[in-house]
């Protein structure tokens, strides 16, 4: 059967009066499949939308040489973190080790073992200056292609390397550090006293460590609004995607280079409005927020029959 183009909605942040309906009878729907719907139902609909979700983790996991006992480690200590979150959210600041067991299926011996907060070893990369002054410095150069070219020192005589910097990072960190980590990356380059941009976008494919790090916190957070949306823990968050299949390769060239040029338009004014968002707030503002779009290429999936 032929199929045109399917839109999935995860949680439009705007509603209009037609989605608001369609909303209000989802919701009568839902409580009356609710009503119909056993706990094993339920447990077996949840199991298999975590395989869907973790099936290219767990490909990541093997080609990064991960095995069985490394995987199953991680994610006791991911049940015993979120376990007590959750019961934390409940009013309980310190869950005892019976509520923790309860909670995640681990028995008491292995939860006492484990209650403690293991180290991070990626960076954070909400908080990479160089991320941050490679944001600043592509959105600059976007209003003026000049800028794509800076002298390295303030001169006085017109934006420097050092001013972006300064700018970007709040000062935390010395611009000479930032242009070091940058070249490292392969995000731009120095010659004679200048630093020219030589990527489109902060793509660290350089460094392992940093690419892991970006792909770790774009796919939770992206994980994190669809959890969100389904749980019902607050607002309806963006969260959408539009699905076709029955195409040819050249087709799904066209619609990707689409994307990445849409995506150009819409970063650099993200990014213009981010930026003075952060400036009114001087940085001290309780909340944060990630917006992100992707595409992806694969074999068309043949339902089994």
């Known amino acids: 059967m032929q199929r045109g183009p399917l839109e999935l909605l995860g949680g439009p942040s705007g509603l209009c009066a037609w989605e608001k309906g369609a909303q ?17 139902d339920r ?16 490909r990541l996991a093997l080609g990064m040489g991960l095995k069985h006992p490394h995987l199953e480690e991680m994610l006791r200590d991911l049940l015993l973190a979120e376990a007590r979150r959750l019961w934390q959210a409940q009013g309980v600041p310190q869950p005892n080790i019976s509520q923790l067991a309860v909670t995640t ?17 990626l960076p954070h990369t909400e908080l990479s200056a160089a991320a941050k002054t490679f ?8 209003q003026d292609s000049k800028l794509q070219r800076l002298p390295i020192a303030a001169t006085g005589n017109g934006l420097s390397f050092e001013e972006v910097a300064r700018q970007a990072s709040r000062g935390d960190v010395h611009h000479r550090a930032v242009l070091d980590e940058l070249m490292r990356l392969g995000m731009c380059s120095k010659d004679d006293g200048f630093v020219e941009l030589s990527a489109e976008g902060f793509v660290p494919t350089a460094d392992l460590q940093t690419t892991l790090a970006f792909l770790g916190d774009n796919l939770r957070d992206h994980a994190a609004a669809a959890v969100s949306n389904t749980l019902g823990e607050g607002p309806l968050l963006l969260e959408r995607a539009v699905y076709a299949d029955g195409l040819s390769e050249g087709d799904c060239d066209t619609i990707h280079r689409l994307m990445r040029q849409r995506w150009v ?21 309780p909340k944060r927020v990630r917006v992100g779009v992707y ?3 694969g074999d068309r999936e043949i339902p089994a029959p």
């Open 135 to 142: 944001t600043r410095w592509l959105q600059l150069s976007s």
């Open 295 to 297: 595409v992806y290429l």
């Open 24 to 40: 209000a009878q989802r919701r009568r729907q839902e409580s009356s499949d609710h009503r119909n719907t056993t706990m094993q």
């Open 265 to 285: 338009e819409l970063h650099r004014e993200l990014v213009s409005n981010m930026t003075d968002a952060v400036e009114r707030n001087a940085g001290q503002g």
């Open 105 to 121: 299926g681990l028995n008491r011996k292995e939860v006492t073992a484990r209650v403690r907060n293991p180290a991070d070893p």
């Open 43 to 58: 447990l077996t609909w949840a199991q298999s939308a975590c395989a869907r979700v973790m099936r290219p983790l767990v």
